[in-house]
């Protein structure tokens, strides 16, 4: 967490978060949110996360070259930064990818020390997709209520912290390539084809929370978390795929028939996501529905 800090009398808050938060274009616009693009890196070309290349252009290209991904440069958070300075606000919440996945925090970090006439809290979301976004959609939510801005970084942790995810893969090939494989291991396994339920640990890093046979079997896995995960209370949850829309969309109908869903999104994944997971993914992520003070 990194904080500068000039007391103001009439907070204008920003709320900052990066491309990997897989939040829907309207969401974006509609409250505001600012997105800081990650980078998709071929040989002899770059492209924007989500901005000018789509997760369907990677796993197209994949067979011809499985490009590299880059975090945003300092010039670019500088940039956003000064835009936001230049329309005199006084205060940015910015949370990003784990840590444990990416160097994008702690750049962020880094810069956010240079705008000391700006109050900057920078939060390590431990966490990527809407286990990010999430987080960054509720606390745009409270800025609808509330300008305290101690109560909209409160209400980003909180949601954080008790925001869960768990996706399988087609293969880990590419999590192996990237150097993303955390504690992830299946060498073996996949010669058997056994599939990993993948989550992430405190630390921000993949781990394996099941293991099942095979593509069908891990599919309904999958499902049976969500159903056991959203017994008592309320929960916000998305599916989420990466390259397998029709898989997703089945589980995506199946989560209506659940009794204490609140809000059920369907995202896909965005493009730097898809180069280190490959086509196939599909995930959960489950967010209960907290109570915040107005």
């Known amino acids: 967490m990194q904080q500068t800090s000039t007391p103001m009398n009439v907070p204008k808050i920003a709320i900052v978060t990066d491309s990997t938060s897989d939040l829907a274009p309207e969401m974006i616009k509609e409250f505001g949110i600012e997105i800081i693009p990650l980078h998709v890196v071929y040989k002899d070309r770059e492209y924007l996360d989500g901005v000018n290349i789509t997760p369907d252009e990677v796993y197209k290209n994949m067979d011809i070259e499985v490009p590299t991904t880059s975090l945003p440069s300092p010039s670019e958070i500088s940039d956003l930064f000064n835009r936001l300075r230049e329309a005199h606000f006084t205060h940015v919440l910015t949370m990003h990818i784990s840590s444990g996945l990416s160097g994008t925090y702690e750049t ?14 920078v939060l390590d979301s431990k966490a990527l997709s809407m286990g990010l976004g999430f987080p960054i959609l509720e606390a745009a939510r409270k800025l609808q209520t509330s ?21 399988v893969l087609s293969t880990l090939e590419y999590l192996k390539r990237g150097g993303r494989i955390g504690y ?5 396994g996949e010669l058997l084809n056994i599939k990993p339920i993948i989550s992430i640990n405190p630390e921000g890093k993949y781990i394996t929370t099941a293991k099942v046979r095979g593509r069908e079997q891990s599919l309904k896995k999958l499902y049976d978390i969500l159903i ?11 599916i989420v795929h990466g390259g397998a829309e029709q898989e997703a969309r089945k589980m995506w109908q199946k989560a209506h028939e659940l009794p204490n869903i609140e809000d059920l999104l369907f ?8 180069v280190h997971t490959g086509p196939g993914l599909v995930g959960i992520i489950i967010s209960p529905v907290i109570a915040t003070q107005s």
């Open 108 to 121: 962020v970090c880094q810069v956010a020390q240079e705008y000391k006439e700006m109050v900057i809290e």
């Open 147 to 167: 300008k305290d801005f101690q109560e909209v970084i409160h209400v980003a942790k909180t949601v954080s912290q008790h925001t869960k995810l768990y996706f």
């Open 184 to 188: 992830v291991s299946g060498t073996i």
């Open 228 to 238: 056991e995960s959203t017994q008592n209370g309320r929960y916000n949850v998305a």
């Open 267 to 274: 995202n896909q994944i965005g493009p730097v996501m898809g």
